[in-house]
């Protein structure tokens, strides 16, 4: 068990420009969740994927924000048109989907800054 | 909709003090209960859950019993240390497919030697 990795770790870039951040999920965890964290705050659900397929997204993910998990395995957050209230840790997640309700995994965040 | 309401911090205490953080909850349904700790610079840690009414999730020293009846789930622990400096955050699971979590606004405990 390695862990949910993130990266990167930090990412600092101006305004209007595009980010994208890479989730690798512990390896036998289908299901896998984003969550964004301001300063002071706890972290706010963004979206989910169980396997490939993205089941539910919330209302904080603005069109300028695609989630994608291509193969069920790592994901992938892109955030278009960046904008200063962007700035945040974006946090994910992984869990197990077997024997109900497991506990999720999250990694060391992506903070994102910007300019 | 669900939430989860924890008291404000921060919260200073002196080493070997005794630590409660009051975690109340709002939700539809029975949903697991859970505190995550969360360090400087670091991800969220689980800390311990609970699942269904009149649960015990302990570790590390730490306890909270999940009270259906007072919608409630509080931290305690007996003898802090220095280490145990950190956010604290409490979190419920929605009972719906997703199971994604709602978290309380986190607790700032600073521990003194």
């Known amino acids: 068990d390695t862990g949910v990795s993130q990266d990167p770790r930090h990412k600092i870039t101006k305004r209007g420009q595009n980010v994208t951040f890479r989730c690798d999920p512990i390896s036998e965890h289908n299901r896998l969740y984003w969550y964004r964290q301001t300063l002071g705050q706890g972290p706010e659900f963004l979206t989910y994927?169980?396997?490939?397929?993205?089941?539910?997204k919330s209302r904080l993910l603005s069109d300028r924000f695609s989630a994608e998990r291509p193969k069920g395995s790592f994901s992938t957050l892109e955030i278009q048109r960046t904008e200063q209230g962007d700035s945040a840790m974006y946090l994910c997640?992984?869990?197990?989907?077997?024997?109900?309700?497991?506990?999720?995994?999250f990694g060391d965040g992506t903070r994102l800054s910007i300019l | 909709g669900d939430s989860v309401t924890q008291m404000e911090g921060p919260v200073t205490l002196s080493e070997e003090a005794f630590l409660t953080i009051n975690c109340t909850y709002t939700a539809t349904g029975y949903p697991s209960l859970f505190w995550y700790v969360q360090y400087p610079g670091e991800g969220l840690q689980l800390l311990l859950k609970a699942t269904k009414a009149d649960d015990k999730g302990s570790n590390k020293g730490f306890e909270a019993t999940y009270r259906k009846e007072t919608t409630s789930f509080h931290l305690e622990k007996g003898s802090v240390q220095v280490s145990d400096s950190a956010v604290y955050f409490c979190a419920l699971s929605t009972t719906s497919g997703t199971y994604k979590y709602i978290f309380g606004t986190g607790t700032r405990l600073k521990v003194l030697a």
């Open positions: 997640a992984s869990s197990a989907t077997d024997r109900g309700n497991q506990p999720q995994h």
């Open positions: 994927f169980q396997n490939e397929a993205q089941l539910e």
